[in-house]
């Protein structure tokens, strides 16, 4: 069974760059036609996807965040990686990390704060 679990500092300063990162155990981030997404939850508000990457190494972000998101991978490690730069409080969310095919992780929550 495909397990995902997030990791990354519960803590980002305002204009810093948030980095969080999906370990995946069970499958190969590298399988042919998997994709493997972040998604968040803003306190009170609904699930907003931010951004896939294929088992190609392709990406493709949400349109709202694509300035300041970046998804990478390593197949080595088979973990992939969310970038979000130039935080503000309105990024405070819980992070998950899930793949297309229905598995996600625990969730990680993120508060952005000085």
């Known amino acids: 069974q495909v397990q995902l679990q997030e990791s990354g500092p519960g803590l980002v300063k305002p204009s810093q760059t948030l980095s969080l990162t999906c370990t995946v155990s069970?499958?190969?981030?590298?399988?042919?036609?998997?994709?493997w997404s972040w998604i968040r939850q803003p306190p009170g508000k609904g699930l907003e996807w931010m951004g896939n990457?294929?088992?190609?190494?392709?990406?493709d972000y949400s349109p709202s965040l694509k300035s300041r998101t970046s998804i990478s991978r390593d197949t080595s490690k088979n973990q992939f990686t969310l970038q979000l730069s130039s935080v503000t409080p309105e990024d405070t969310a819980v992070y998950y990390c899930?793949?297309?095919?229905?598995?996600w992780g625990q969730g990680t929550q993120v508060t952005v704060s000085s």
């Open positions: 990457i294929a088992y190609s190494g392709s990406t």
């Open positions: 069970g499958g190969s981030i590298t399988t042919n036609y998997h994709f």
């Open positions: 899930a793949s297309l095919s229905g598995y």
